[in-house]
């Protein structure tokens, strides 16, 4: 097959304790899914909303990230993000665990400032939540070896000071409902992520800044701002 421009690179999620890596194909994230950051943004509990990524914004392993240009307001949203190895359509909630090869912690980089104007004039959200390197995440705990997680703190810190502090187990729609509701959409299929939504405690980053996050269970992820 001949290639008019050089073909993508696919981009790939490493798996705590082996040598495979996880192929990414779609990003899809849930929108206010903690009852406490629905209340922080201004929305109480509706119905889960989508929006996605593309899979190269994504920053396996996280580390140096360029802060992104046009924003004068980019905040951090820690997340657990579930990587599916199988999928369907119209997927039964007693059924959609067993689409899931595993787990891992995210972080969605939002431009705060592009999404309120965005929001304002009922205009996508891509260049606030798709743009470049938007997407770090760490490596993937097999669900094999960690269970589907239930419960476990989650937390993120910037420059060594705690700002988001929560729990998994607070989440409006917990996995199962997630893949299932959003099944009804979309044909789900493996290599596909789903972010599911921060706790309370969003806070504007700078460059400079240093951030740590993890969830019980799952793993730790580290970026700086450059």
Not at 3 to 11: E, G, L, R
Not at 50 to 64: E, I, M, Q, R, S
Not at 134 to 143: D, T, V
């Amino acid at each position: 097959m001949d290639f008019a421009v050089p073909p993508i690179a696919q981009t790939v999620l490493a798996i705590a304790g082996g040598q495979a890596v996880f192929p990414v194909r779609r990003v899809y994230c849930v929108g206010q899914n903690y009852a406490d950051h629905a209340a922080e943004m201004g929305d109480g509990r509706t119905p889960p909303f989508f929006f996605g990524k593309p899979a190269d914004a994504l920053v396996p392993g996280g580390g140096k990230i360029a802060y992104p240009p046009r924003t004068a307001n980019l905040q951090h949203e820690v997340e657990l993000v579930a990587a599916l190895r199988g999928g369907g359509a119209d997927i039964p909630v007693e059924r959609a665990l067993d689409c899931v090869f595993g787990y891992a912690v995210g972080i969605d980089l939002t431009r705060r400032d592009l999404q309120a104007q965005a929001k304002e004039k009922g205009r996508p959200w891509e260049m606030a939540k798709g743009f470049d390197r938007s997407g770090p995440i760490g490596a993937l705990a097999p669900a094999a070896q960690c269970g589907h997680p239930a419960g476990g703190r989650i937390w993120l810190k910037v420059n060594g000071n705690v700002k988001q502090d929560g729990d998994i187990g607070r989440m409006t729609w917990n996995v199962a409902e997630i893949i299932a509701n959003l099944s009804t959409y979309v044909t789900l299929a493996a290599g596909d992520l789903i972010f599911t939504g921060t706790p309370a405690g969003v806070s504007t980053v700078a460059r400079g800044d240093s951030l740590e996050c993890g969830i019980d269970g799952v793993g730790r992820l580290e970026i700086e701002l450059v």
